[in-house]
């Protein structure tokens, strides 16, 4: 789905002028995909999306908002969200905990499922024994599966694709992880909030009074790191102690995750993957160089075929990708006219053209038939024996 980046403004509620930016400022226009806006941590597409879900910001209807806030609360935010924090509340103006975070990001790697966090798993007593014990209050299924496994692709994508904002930091990890990074206005806060299929991890950056961290000290640069280091240790070590495997079952030889092993994030089985082109997301037509393959519910495929690569009148048949074209001649496509100039006809020499021939003294190009070298006649210069060069040797 693709969803506008050019820039807007709006009134906010005290009646001053609000207009998102994304990260890179200068950085805008034209449309988006949402999986590369989140990827990218595009700040105005996501407040677009909001938009045009969940109605408008200043609207007088008290319901605003409310399904977007459903969702949250399903997800384990219990922070007050309010109707005066406008539209920005997309790109997380409140104050969450990191515990908070954590649990609505554990439904993302738990298939959508809803774990209540708890602190004490049980209280002894000497001479009693078990006095207290905490009782699970039931899991919840917050988002369709299908949603939450989208979402992990998604944030995947933000630390294994190039243009992720995690991206650059993520040489030699070596584990399946997926998160986000997140960065506050005049970097107050910088976030990091991910997740192996094993264990969620929130960490926050921030100075308990409100200042900066510091120009450019974003999310990606003051938390990822930290994250991922720890993280290296943790995502064994869980694995180990929790689920009472050795190393040798999920790593193999060179201490890379086994594929196929119990790290993998696990799609739901009504998701499959499917090849499409990596423009326009839609089925590969013959002239698509490149195409990817995405995780869709079945029976959700996308059903066009591209229409941005090639000439795209009328439908265009797929072709086994072997057979596509390496380079896509496009014929829409600048090129230019190839100008041919046309071999006149010749007619025999002209009398005139014989006579100045024949005379050595004028120098005149003569028109002779085409493959016909021309005889031009040169004036020949009498010369001496004595002035002839000397060849070598005498
Ligand atoms: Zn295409």
């Not at 013959?286 to 959700?300: D, L, P, Q, R």
């Amino acid at each position: 789905t693709m969803v506008s980046n050019e820039a807007f403004f709006k009134l906010d509620a005290t009646g001053k002028v609000w207009s998102p930016t994304n990260y890179y400022a200068d950085e805008f226009g034209g449309q988006v995909k949402i999986r590369s806006a989140i990827i990218q941590s595009l700040n105005i597409p996501t407040v677009r999306v909001f938009e045009t879900l969940f109605g408008r910001a200043y609207s007088p209807d008290p319901y605003w908002g409310k399904p977007t806030l459903e969702i949250a609360r399903r997800m384990g935010i219990r922070t007050p969200i309010t109707k005066d924090m406008g539209l920005s509340v997309a790109l997380g103006t409140p104050d969450i905990s990191p515990l908070e975070m954590a649990t609505a990001y554990s439904v993302f790697a738990n298939q959508g499922t809803l774990v209540r966090p708890y602190a004490i798993e049980s209280i002894y007593n000497s001479r009693e024994g078990t006095r207290l014990k905490h009782i699970p209050s039931g899991d919840t299924q917050a988002l369709d599966p299908t949603i939450a496994f989208q979402m992990t692709s998604i944030l995947t994508g933000v630390l294994r694709e190039r243009q992720g904002t995690g991206y650059r930091h993520m040489e030699g990890f070596p584990y399946p992880v997926a998160g986000k990074t997140g960065t506050t206005n005049r970097y107050f806060d910088a976030w990091f909030v991910g997740y192996s299929n094993n264990i969620v991890t929130a960490l926050w950056v921030g100075h308990d009074r409100r200042t900066s961290l510091g120009t450019k000290r974003a999310g990606g640069t003051v938390t990822l790191p930290s994250w991922l280091s720890f993280m290296e240790k943790a995502i064994p070590y869980h694995l180990e102690k929790y689920k009472g495997m050795s190393k040798e079952e999920f790593l193999d030889t060179e201490g890379k995750p086994k594929p196929g092993g119990p790290l993998d994030f696990e799609a739901p089985d009504e998701m499959h993957r499917v090849e499409v082109c990596a423009y326009s997301l839609l089925r590969p037509n013959s002239y698509c160089a490149n195409t990817t393959k995405i995780w869709v519910k079945k029976g959700e495929e996308p059903q066009m075929f591209c229409r941005d690569c090639g000439v795209s009148y009328g439908s265009i048949p797929t072709v086994d990708a072997s057979q596509r074209p390496q380079t896509p001649p496009n014929p829409l496509h600048y090129q230019p006219a190839v100008q041919r100039r046309r071999l006149e006809p010749i007619s025999a020499p002209s009398e005139a053209d014989l006579r100045r021939a024949r005379n050595p003294q004028v120098q005149v190009p003569i028109r002779t038939k085409p493959g016909v070298a021309p005889a031009v006649p040169r004036p020949v210069e009498p010369r001496s024996v004595d002035s002839l060069p000397v060849p070598p040797g005498q």
